[in-house]
Structure formats: structure tokens, C-alpha cells
């Protein structure tokens, strides 16, 4: 569903051409290419930017509010797009392949990591080691790679990587695997990227314990930085990913703080590392607050994007796409955004999320109540807007190979199939 990459979209609300985003989170009427300086973010996650600018705050319980208060007001929301230039958005230069760019500063990535995780103890090392195969995406370190060197050219500074950038990457593959490590004991999980999960081979006392040791190495590497406000920025991330799988393990009765609560976990478990990591790299080479900004709602806006189709991919890839069963999120009692979305048309959805899908037959018919409303179109559609915005956000730097790379990456996100 996504839509191709030659347009970008206006969305048409009554008279006023504005947003998606803007329309969700009450923003009156701005044009899109205001300046950062008067943007702090919207919806889950703005407190993470504590360094940030200061502006003015953005209600985030207009999301729910808006957007679950009918069905009628939900077809308002997303109507027929229309295309649109998309040269104002981004240079006119051909976009840069982010992979290609990103390649040689990610060659010997996991090498170095497993250099970090090395222990005399041969278990724990094969446990360690188990995901750091190179087989990954390499998805989060393409990124920060990318924005280092996009901030480094910004402030005037050749394109190469600082030592503290590359370490950055490092650590942030390093704190995804090892949140990916305990998710899949508190789940339960069986498979993960095709492969049996590490809890499934060794048993979950032993995946719990390599998952805490990758954290520490990570924790290790990240003092070495020798940068206090880096660390504290990195340190936020692993605060956000216990406290967004604590809001996992809970639910909202009421249908608009449901959703506000969705999007807020989604920047804790999954945004709050890419923003944190790109403000990260931007730090260490600019001492301004507003390009440290422009890093944070970069990878803030990417990143809920990048959950928001895996959401939607929940629904619509099959499990050899995946690398994992499909429909997991319903097995695991998740109500995602095309369930929150669906729940406007079948309202007999909203018993099911607050017993978590746990009576029998309950999986399966909110599979079909999705699969028969609009919630994934309206989910992709908030997708396609959160990458609106961080196209508009990257833009604001200087240009250059990089900054065109991480533009396609918004691409890259919203037409992924896996």
C-alpha cells in the first residue's frame, strides 16, 4: 500500500491543505517548511529530546482523540491524496542509495562487536555471538553512520566518520540485539530473522543472562565515548525500552488514550534508540542545539514510521517474509495500529483488546475485522506522514550525498516487505 516514491502528498481537510501529521497533532496551520527552532515533535517520545530546542508543547492526546472519535472523523483524517512537486522537499540531485554509502564504515561492524563480547567462556560466547552473524540489515547502524556523516558535513567538517560516531553504531546494534534477546523470553518467541531464538536453544535463564552481558558491553564502550552528554542521551534509551514494555504489558479502556498509548510505547521500544542514536552522533560534532534536533526527530519520525509498517506487515507478510510467524501480535495479545484502527468499523473489537485476545476464536476474527476495515490503509497512511515529516526535518541540513541517503531511506521504510 505504500505509495511510490515520485510523489509526495498533500492532504486535504475541509478548505486547509495541510499534513497528516499536522492535522493529528494540532499543529495550526504551519507551513512545512517552518524552522526547527520552533518544533519539539509530537505525539510519544518528545521528552527524550531534553537537550533540544524549546517551543511550544504539542497536546498529544489530540491524537487519539482526533483520529478514534468515529468512523466518519477517521475517512475525514485520511482522504483521497493528491500528488504534489516533491523537489521542495528534498535536492533535485538523484537520491543516494543508503546501503552504498553506508557500506565501508559497516564492513568489519560485527567483527568489532564480537571484539567487545569477547569472554574466555565458550558458551557464553557462542550465545553472545549468535546474532551478530552479519546476516542483519545492519538497519540502525546504516542510519546513525548516515547521520554522522551528514552532521559532520552540516558543520563544515570533511564527510569521515569520528571514532566516537563509528563506536555509536556499534553500540546502538548492540543495545537493539540484546533488547531483542529479552523480548523474545518475555514472549516466548521461538524463531527470530529465521533462525531459532537464543532462549530456544540454551533456555531462557542463559538468553536472559547474554542479553544483560551484550548491555553491559555496550554500556563499557559507551564510557569509553568520554562524551557525559552522550552517555546520558544513550542512557535514556534502555530507561525508554523497560518502561515501553511495561506499557506493552498493559492497555487503555479508553479508546482514545488507547491509541496515544500505542504511539508511545512504539517511540519507547522502537523510535527512542534510532532519535537517541542519531542525536548522539550529532553531538560529538556540533554543539548546536538545533541541529542536535534535527538528528533527534529524524531518527524519532523513522523510526515510528519503520513500526508502524511492521505493524502493518504483521497483516499482510507471510512468515517466511517476516523471518517469523505472522500474526504474532494478536498472539501475544496486541492491540497494533490496524486493530485501533479497525475498532471504528467493528466496534465488537474492543471487548477482544481489553482481554487481549485471550478467549478462543478471538484471533482469528480480529484478523478478519482487520483484514475488512481500513485499518492497514489508515495505518500505512500514518506511516507515509511520520516519514513526511522526517524528510522535512533532514532537509534542514546542508545538502549532501548522506542527508539524499537518509531521504531515500524513507523509501526504503515505507515499501519494505520484511
Not at 536472559?208 to 542521551?233: C, K, Y
Request: aromatic content about 8%; glycine content about 6%.
Amino acid at each position: 500500500m505504500a505509495i511510490p516514491w515520485r510523489h509526495c502528498w498533500r492532504w486535504t481537510i475541509g478548505a486547509t491543505s495541510t499534513s497528516v501529521l499536522e492535522t493529528i497533532c494540532g499543529f495550526n496551520g504551519r507551513s512545512a517548511t517552518f524552522a526547527a527552532s520552533s518544533f519539539r515533535g509530537t505525539g510519544a517520545g518528545t521528552g527524550s529530546g531534553k537537550e533540544g530546542l524549546s517551543s511550544r508543547p504539542v497536546d498529544t492526546t489530540s491524537i487519539g482523540n482526533y483520529i478514534l472519535t468515529s468512523r466518519h472523523k477517521s475517512r475525514l483524517l485520511y482522504p483521497t491524496p493528491k500528488p504534489c512537486c516533491s523537489k521542495g522537499i528534498h535536492s533535485d540531485a538523484k537520491l543516494k542509495d543508503p546501503f552504498s554509502l553506508a557500506q565501508k564504515d559497516l564492513n568489519h561492524l560485527y567483527d568489532d562487536i564480537k571484539k567487545e563480547l569477547f569472554v574466555s567462556k565458550s558458551e557464553l560466547k557462542s550465545l553472545c555471538d549468535y546474532y551478530f552473524d552479519g546476516k542483519g540489515k545492519a538497519f540502525r547502524p546504516m542510519i546513525v553512520v548516515l547521520m554522522a556523516r551528514a552532521c559532520n558535513i552540516h558543520s563544515n567538517r570533511d564527510g569521515d566518520l569520528l571514532p566516537g560516531q563509528r563506536s555509536i553504531a556499534m553500540i546502538s546494534e548492540m543495545i537493539h540485539t540484546a533488547s531483542l534477546v529479552h523480548d523474545d523470553v518475555i514472549d516466548g518467541s521461538n524463531k527470530r530473522r529465521g533462525m531459532t531464538t537464543i532462549n530456544e536453544v540454551w533456555g531462557e535463564r542463559k538468553a536472559i543472562l547474554a542479553g544483560d552481558f551484550i548491555l553491559s558491553a555496550a554500556s563499557m564502550a559507551l564510557a569509553r565515548i568520554g562524551n557525559n552528554t552522550v552517555v546520558s542521551v544513550l542512557s535514556q534509551v534502555i530507561e525508554d525500552l523497560v518502561r515501553g514494555e511495561f506499557m506493552q504489558l498493559g492497555s487503555k479502556e479508553n479508546e482514545s488514550e488507547r491509541f496515544k498509548h500505542y504511539l508511545e510505547k512504539t517511540f519507547k521500544k522502537t523510535a527512542s534508540l534510532i532519535a537517541n542514536s542519531c542525536k548522539a552522533v550529532s553531538i560529538l560534532v556540533n554543539s548546536d542545539p538545533e541541529v542536535q534536533e534535527i538528528a533527534f526527530q529524524y531518527g524519532r519520525n523513522v523510526g515510528i514510521a519503520f513500526q508502524l509498517v511492521d505493524d502493518v506487515l504483521d497483516f499482510t507478510a507471510c512468515a517466511s517474509q517476516l523471518g517469523k510467524p505472522s500474526a504474532t501480535d494478536l498472539k501475544l495479545g496486541l492491540a497494533t495500529g490496524p486493530v485501533l484502527f479497525a475498532c471504528q468499523q467493528f466496534p465488537e473489537l474492543h471487548a477482544m483488546i481489553m482481554r487481549r485476545f485471550s478467549t478462543t476464536g478471538d484471533v482469528d476474527r480480529a484478523w478478519q475485522y482487520v483484514l475488512e476495515s481500513d485499518g492497514v490503509d489508515q495505518t500505512n497512511y500514518l506511516a507515509q506522514s511520520y516519514c513526511r515529516e522526517a524528510i522535512r526535518q533532514i532537509s534542514l541540513l546542508r545538502p549532501s550525498p548522506e542527508r539524499d541517503a537518509l531521504i531515500r531511506l524513507t523509501e526504503m521504510v515505507l515499501t519494505r516487505d520484511k
